[in-house]
C-alpha cells in the first residue's frame, strides 16, 4: 500500500463512526492475518534456497566422485570423521535463514526460529489450517500455537489432523485462546492418541524453576516455573486458599497475600499469618471466623468455591494433605488454622467412562486446559466426586421419577415440576444446576474472554423477575465479573442465549458476536441438551404418521411386485 493510499485512509477514518469502524477492525485483522500467512511462506521459501546453497557448496567439497544426495546432505550436516561441519562448509541453511529473518524481522533468534519452522509446517504439513491463516480465519498466534502442540504428533496423522483442525474452524465462529487451545488440544488427542502420551513425559521431563534478579528494579527478583498443569493447579489452589484465610481487616492485596503465602510454605508453614490490627496487637479474634468463607456467597450469581462438578477435584489434594502432616507451624493465634477456612480447591470435569477406564477421552482442568485421562484419574483417586446428570432435571431438589395418572387420559405426570418451578423462582440456582452450567462451558461466555469458568459469575441472560427470566439452564450462562458487570449496567449491550446454549451478544451499533463457538458440550457431548423423550405426543403423533406412510409405499411396492411376478411366471 503506498503511503499516499495509506494516508486518505487514515483521513476517511476520522469521519467514521464507531459501527463503521468496527468494520475497519475486522479488515485490519482479515489483512493483517493474511500478511502473516505471506511472511511465513517467505521465511519457508528463504530457508528453502539457504539450504539448496549450502548443499551445492558441501557438494563442491565432497567432489563429484560422492554426489549422492544423502551422502552429501549427511556429510553437510556431520561433516567427515573429525570435522567441523561449520569450519569447513560455514553456517547451514538453516543458521543463515536464523540470522536474516533475525535482522529483517528485528527479532530473537529463538523468534526467528519459530517461525521459519512454523512456514515449514504450514506449506507442508498442515496447508489447509495454513489457509485458514490466509483468509483471516485464525491469526498468527493461534496458527503458531498449532505448530507447537502438534509438534509431537506422528508424521503420518499430521494430513488427518490438517483435515480434523479445519473443519473445526471452519464450522465455528471465532473464539478466545482457552476455547481454540481446549478444540486444538481436543483434536490432538482424537486424532493421535500417542502424542498426548508422548506430551505427559515432556511436561514432567521439563520441570524447572527460575529465581532471578529483577534488573528493571533494585532489590526485587523474578521467579518463574513450569511443571505439569496438575501440580500448577495445586499450589494455585493452595494460596488461593491460605490468602483467604486472613481476617477481612488485613491491609494486603490478595496478590500480596498470595505471594506471602508462598515464602510461608518455602519456610515450612501451611497458614498464613493475618496482618489485621488485632492479630498484630496480640488481641482476640474479634471477627467471626465464618466472615471470610462467607463472603464467597455475597455476590448473587457467585457460588462458593468449595462447591462441586462432575468429578471435580474439590481435592483437598497433595497440599491440603500436606496441611494435616505439617506441625512447623508460626506460634501466633492468627497462623492457627481457622474454622470454616476455605480448602484448596480446584475443578475437573471428566467422563465417568474416563474415570472407569472404558475410554481415555481428555478431562478439562479448569484453568488450565485439556489433561490426559491417566492424569485425571490419578488425581482424581482421593477427590470428592459430584456428578451431573442432564435427561431428568434442572435441579438437585428434584426427582426422576414419573408416574402415570389414570385421571388424565394416561398423560405423563412429574410430581417434580412443582419443586422445579420453585427452584425456577430463585434467584441463586441450586448447586447441581451451577455444577452443570459450568460443565458446559469452558471459561466466560464473553466473546474473547478466557477468564476460569469456576471464577465467574453465574448471570441470568433474560433478568431474574422477568416473565422468562427463570433460574434454569436455558437462562443462566458464566460470565466473569468484569463483562458481568459491563453486561448490567450498559444498557446498549443485548446478550441471547438459545436452547442449545449458544450465547450471542450485540453491541449497541449493531454487530452480533457469538460468545461460545466451542463449549464443554463439544469437549463431553455426554453434557448436551438432552433429547426430547421418546414418549412425547407431539413426537408419538408424527412417529405414527410417518410410519403409516412408510407402510403405505411398503404395501405398494410389494403389490407391482407381486404383479410383475404374475405378469411374467419362470422361465423369464
Known amino acids: 500500500m503506498s503511503e499516499g493510499m495509506l494516508l486518505e485512509q487514515l483521513r476517511a477514518d476520522q469521519d467514521h463512526c464507531a459501527a463503521e469502524l468496527i468494520e475497519v477492525l475486522y479488515h485490519c485483522a482479515a489483512v493483517s492475518a493474511s500478511a502473516d500467512f505471506r511472511m ?16 551445492t557448496t558441501a557438494a563442491a567439497a565432497v567432489g563429484s566422485g560422492e554426489a549422492d544426495p544423502q551422502t552429501i546432505s549427511a556429510t553437510a550436516m556431520l561433516g567427515r570423521a573429525g570435522d567441523d ?29 519459530e517461525l521459519i519452522v512454523a512456514g515449514s509446517v504450514m506449506r507442508n504439513q498442515l496447508p489447509f489450517v495454513g489457509g485458514m ?4 480465519r485464525i491469526d498468527l498466534p493461534r496458527f503458531l500455537m498449532v505448530v507447537k502442540r502438534s509438534e509431537l504428533v506422528d508424521q503420518e496423522k499430521m494430513g488427518s489432523l490438517d483435515t480434523a483442525l479445519v473443519g473445526e474452524i471452519e464450522n465455528r465462529a471465532p473464539m478466545s485462546m482457552t476455547r481454540f487451545l481446549t478444540m486444538l488440544d481436543a483434536t490432538i488427542a482424537r486424532t493421535d492418541a500417542g502424542a498426548t502420551r508422548k506430551r505427559r513425559e515432556v511436561v514432567a521431563k521439563d520441570r524447572a524453576i527460575t529465581v532471578r534478579s529483577d534488573r528493571h528494579t533494585p532489590g526485587q527478583s523474578r521467579m518463574s516455573a513450569s511443571l505439569p498443569a496438575e501440580h500448577a493447579a ?6 488461593d486458599a491460605m490468602a483467604a484465610d486472613v481476617h477481612d481487616d488485613d491491609p494486603r492485596t490478595k496478590a500480596q497475600r498470595r505471594l506471602d503465602g508462598f515464602v510461608a510454605l518455602a519456610g515450612g508453614h501451611t497458614v498464613l499469618e493475618c496482618r489485621c490490627q ?10 467471626d471466623p465464618f466472615d471470610t468463607a462467607e463472603s464467597f456467597e455475597a455476590t448473587p450469581d457467585v457460588p462458593s468455591p468449595t462447591d462441586g462438578t462432575v468429578a471435580q ?31 484448596p480447591t480446584f475443578h475437573i470435569v471428566v467422563n465417568l467412562s474416563t474415570l472407569l477406564g472404558r475410554d481415555d477421552d481428555p478431562a478439562f482442568l479448569d484453568g488450565h ?24 432435571s434442572d435441579h438437585s431438589d428434584t426427582d426422576d421419577h414419573r408416574h402415570k395418572d389414570k385421571d388424565k387420559d394416561d398423560h405423563w405426570h412429574n410430581p417434580a415440576h412443582a419443586r422445579r418451578a420453585r427452584a425456577e423462582r430463585r434467584y441463586r440456582p441450586g448447586r447441581k444446576l451451577a455444577e452443570l452450567i459450568r460443565c458446559g462451558e469452558l471459561c466466560c461466555t464473553f466473546p474473547g474472554c478466557s477468564n476460569p469458568v469456576w471464577r ?4 441470568h441472560t433474560t433478568p431474574h423477575g422477568k416473565a422468562s427470566g427463570k433460574t434454569n439452564r436455558r437462562n443462566l450462562k458464566p460470565l466473569c465479573r468484569f463483562h458481568h458487570r459491563f453486561k448490567t449496567f450498559d444498557p446498549g449491550w443485548r446478550d441471547y442465549q438459545d436452547e442449545m446454549g449458544t450465547v450471542f451478544f450485540q453491541s449497541p451499533d449493531g454487530h452480533m458476536y457469538l460468545g461460545n463457538a466451542y463449549t464443554g458440550r463439544d469437549l463431553f457431548t455426554s453434557l448436551a441438551p438432552p433429547d426430547q423423550p421418546t414418549d412425547h405426543p407431539a413426537r408419538q403423533r408424527i412417529d405414527q404418521i410417518r410410519s403409516r406412510r412408510a407402510e403405505s409405499v411398503k404395501r405398494a411396492s410389494k403389490r407391482e411386485i407381486d404383479r410383475w411376478n404374475a405378469e411374467n411366471p419362470p422361465p423369464f
Open 40 to 55: 511465513l511462506q517467505a521465511i519457508s521459501l528463504i530457508h528453502e534456497e539457504h539450504e539448496e546453497d549450502y548443499l
Open 85 to 113: 561441519p561449520r569450519g569447513r562448509y560455514g553456517p547451514n541453511g538453516l543458521e543463515k535463514t536464523i540470522a536474516e529473518v533475525g535482522a529483517a524481522l528485528t527479532v530473537t533468534p529463538a523468534r526467528a526460529r
Open 133 to 136: 491463516l490466509a483468509i483471516g
Open 234 to 239: 495445586a499450589v494455585n489452589a493452595k494460596l
Open 278 to 287: 488485632d492479630c498484630l496487637s496480640g488481641a482476640p479474634d474479634t471477627v
Open 313 to 343: 477435584a474439590d481435592t483437598p489434594d497433595q497440599s491440603e494433605r500436606a496441611m494435616a502432616s505439617q506441625s512447623d507451624v508460626s506460634d501466633t493465634s492468627s497462623a492457627q488454622p481457622r474454622d470454616g477456612a476455605p480448602r
Open 369 to 392: 486446559g485439556v489433561i490426559d485421562a491417566e492424569t485425571v484419574r490419578n488425581l482424581l483417586a482421593e477427590a470428592h466426586r459430584s456428578y451431573v446428570h442432564t435427561d431428568h
Open 456 to 459: 465467574a459469575d453465574l448471570d
